[in-house]
């Protein structure tokens, strides 16, 4: 439900689909309090402008900003690709995972560079990253990446 908004627009699709998601959820009878939480963590899951305002807010963050990987990729020519398809295309393995002591939580990539460079990742995903790391903290975790084995943050 989280890009809904995606519907109106992807510029704005955020504050957008906390709109739609209210009507919904209204519509459906949810209690004002957790019509209140899925509403602004909707709305906060934007690398843009949003916050890791909740605890459900900072998770749904965290899932949605880790979330690369190759078979999200619906164009299969690879000559076409742009730096969004070269990414996720070239992310063979993805995983993350909280530590057992519950302190850390960790992106795991498998990037293979013949489709994309690591660089590509950061070209447009740094400040996803950034934000994930602001939704762990909110979590009382730390974050980190590792991609191919390295860790990068």
């Known amino acids: 439900m989280h ?4 519907l109106v627009n992807r510029v704005g ?3 957008s689909g906390a709109v739609m998601a209210f ?6 009878g949810f209690a004002p ?3 209140s939480v899925i509403v602004s963590a909707i709305g906060n ?3 843009g402008t949003g916050v890791p305002v909740s605890p459900v807010a900072a998770a ?3 899932a949605d ?6 078979n999200r990729v619906r164009n299969q020519d690879v000559s076409s690709f742009d730096i969004h398809d070269r990414v996720n295309y070239s992310v063979t393995r993805s995983e993350l995972k909280i530590n057992e002591a519950h302190t850390l939580i960790k992106l795991k990539l498998s990037v293979d560079t013949r489709y994309g460079y690591v660089m590509d990742y950061f070209e447009i995903f740094l400040q996803r990253m950034v934000l994930c790391r ?3 903290e909110k979590l009382g975790l730390q974050f980190k990446l590792m991609i191919n084995e390295q860790q990068l943050i």
């Open 3 to 6: 890009d809904i908004g995606n």
């Open 13 to 15: 699709h955020s504050q």
């Open 23 to 28: 009507r919904i959820l209204d519509n459906m």
């Open 33 to 35: 309090e957790e019509i």
């Open 45 to 47: 899951h934007d690398e």
């Open 60 to 62: 749904l963050i965290l």
């Open 65 to 70: 900003k880790s979330d690369v990987r190759r």
């Open 134 to 136: 602001k939704a762990a």
